[in-house]
């Protein structure tokens, strides 16, 4: 089985797109070239299909009572293979590291804006386990707005 992810509701003339990427489900920390501004709020939208092995899903990831096993997962206790995100490869920092899912809206913390710019870039990844990423196939669309 699959994972839901509700959407947000948004004024779609509102949103500016800001980035489109092909997220490769083998790549940890897949780099965007889209550098957060604290307090924005942003939405991210994602489609297609993924592999886990054998195991095929989409962004919102696969294995609904597979609980036990996800705490090894990089964002624990979320699903296999749901599409998550973090700044500058951080996954240590609550505020940096959040699940997408099919849509997501997000406000990125203020506290980001004593970083430098550079220190400000979205990564995105399938949720897996850090040792597991070699039999995993596919990418999935990702599309980022900036809402006003």
Known sequence: ?????????YNSNAARLVGEWMVDARNMNFP???TIEPGKRYLFKASGCW???????GPTGCGPGWRLFTRKNRLPGK???MLCAN???????PALVFDIGNERTWTAPDEIGNLPDDERKLYFFANDWE???????GAILVRAYELN
Request: net charge negative; proline share 6%; hydrophobic share 20%.
């Open 79 to 81: 699903p296999f293979f």
């Open 1 to 9: 089985g699959t994972y839901r992810t509700d959407p947000e509701s």
């Open 131 to 137: 040792n597991r990423y070699g039999n995993n196939s």
């Open 51 to 57: 592999k886990d092995w054998f195991i095929s899903c």
């Open 87 to 93: 700044i500058n490869q951080q996954l240590d920092h």
């Open 32 to 34: 965007s070239d889209l």
